[in-house]
C-alpha cells in the first residue's frame, strides 16, 4: 500500500479516524482540537491584551524602555499589570530594553600640580569624614559633571554649601578649562554666599582644582582649599551624591 494519503477532513468522515490519525502520526485530541478550535479561555484573553500593551509600549519607546518603566508607564494609563508579567512577555518576544553607556572622564590628575600644601578638611578630630557645617558660607564642596546633549557634551561645576546643601554657585560651558570651575565660585562670591571671613572649598584632585591658576583665585579671596586622596570617590561624596541624583 502507498504510504502517502490524501484526506478530506470532515466531521461526518466514513474513515476510521483512529487509523487516520495513526497514519499521520498525531493524536486523537490534536486532531480535535484542530477540527473543533476552541474558544480561548479569559486568562488567555486577559494574557493576549497585556501582550500587545507590552509591545505596543516598548516600540512607541524605540526600546529605551524596559520591564519596570513600561509597568509604570502602563499602570499611568490604567493597565494593572505585574513587573514579571512585563518581563515575561519582553522575553517570549525576544526584546530587552536599549541602554546608552555614555561615559566621559572628567577628573584627570595632574602629576607636575604642587598639592603638598592642600589638605584635606573634611576630616574630623578622629580622621572621620565630616561633610557638616554649623554655619552657611564658610563650608563648601564641588565637582564637575557632564551632560548629554543633543549638540554634545556640556560640562557642569557646582558649588554646595556644606551647611544648607544648596547649590550656591554653578557653571556651563563645552569645555573643563580651569574657568567652568572658578566662574562657579564666582557666582556664589557674588551672591554673597562666601564668608567674609574665610571659607572652605572641598573637590578632587582632578587637575582644573590642582591648576596654578585655580589656587591663585581662592588665595585672592580667602578661600582655603581641601582636598582628598586620588581615586578614593567617599572623599568628595557629597557632590557626587548630588550628581546621582
Known amino acids: 500500500m502507498n504510504d502517502y494519503f490524501v484526506f478530506i477532513v470532515t466531521e461526518k468522515a466514513s474513515f476510521p479516524i483512529d487509523w487516520m490519525c495513526q497514519k499521520l502520526k498525531v493524536s486523537r485530541a490534536?486532531?480535535?482540537?484542530?477540527l473543533r478550535p476552541t474558544v480561548p479561555t479569559p486568562t488567555q484573553v486577559r494574557h493576549d491584551e497585556l501582550d500587545a500593551h507590552v509591545v505596543r509600549v516598548y516600540t512607541r519607546e524605540k526600546g529605551r524602555a524596559g520591564r519596570d518603566q513600561i509597568t509604570t508607564i502602563l499602570g499611568q494609563e490604567g493597565v494593572n499589570i505585574a513587573c514579571g508579567t512585563?518581563?515575561?512577555?519582553?522575553?517570549?518576544?525576544?526584546?530587552?530594553?536599549?541602554?546608552?553607556?555614555?561615559?566621559?572622564?572628567t577628573t584627570t590628575v595632574d602629576p607636575d600640580a604642587r598639592t603638598e600644601h592642600i589638605q584635606n578638611h573634611m576630616l574630623d578630630q578622629e580622621g572621620t569624614r565630616d561633610f557638616t557645617s554649623?554655619?552657611?558660607?564658610?563650608?563648601?564642596?564641588?565637582?564637575?559633571?557632564?551632560?548629554?546633549t543633543g549638540s554634545g557634551w556640556l560640562y557642569l561645576a557646582?558649588?554646595?554649601?556644606?551647611?544648607?546643601?544648596?547649590?550656591?554657585?554653578?557653571?556651563?560651558?563645552?569645555?573643563?578649562?580651569?574657568?567652568?570651575?572658578?566662574?562657579?565660585?564666582?557666582?556664589?562670591?557674588d551672591h554673597g554666599h562666601l564668608d567674609a571671613n574665610g571659607a572652605i572649598f572641598h573637590s578632587d584632585r582632578g587637575a582644573q582644582?590642582?591648576?596654578?591658576?585655580?589656587?591663585?583665585?581662592?588665595?585672592?579671596?580667602?578661600?582655603?582649599?581641601?582636598?582628598?586622596?586620588v581615586g578614593v570617590c567617599w572623599d568628595n561624596a557629597v557632590a557626587e551624591s548630588f550628581f546621582h541624583i
Not at 212 to 226: E, R
Open 30 to 34: 490534536s486532531f480535535y482540537r484542530w
Open 86 to 105: 512585563v518581563g515575561s512577555i519582553l522575553g517570549d518576544h525576544g526584546l530587552r530594553a536599549v541602554r546608552m553607556r555614555a561615559w566621559k572622564k
Open 134 to 148: 554649623t554655619a552657611p558660607g564658610t563650608r563648601f564642596c564641588g565637582d564637575i559633571t557632564y551632560l548629554r
Open 158 to 189: 557646582t558649588v554646595i554649601d556644606l551647611c544648607t546643601r544648596m547649590v550656591v554657585g554653578w557653571s556651563m560651558a563645552s569645555h573643563m578649562h580651569t574657568s567652568l570651575i572658578i566662574d562657579a565660585l564666582k557666582m556664589a562670591r
Open 209 to 229: 582644582y590642582t591648576s596654578g591658576d585655580f589656587q591663585k583665585w581662592c588665595a585672592a579671596n580667602g578661600v582655603t582649599q581641601s582636598m582628598g586622596a
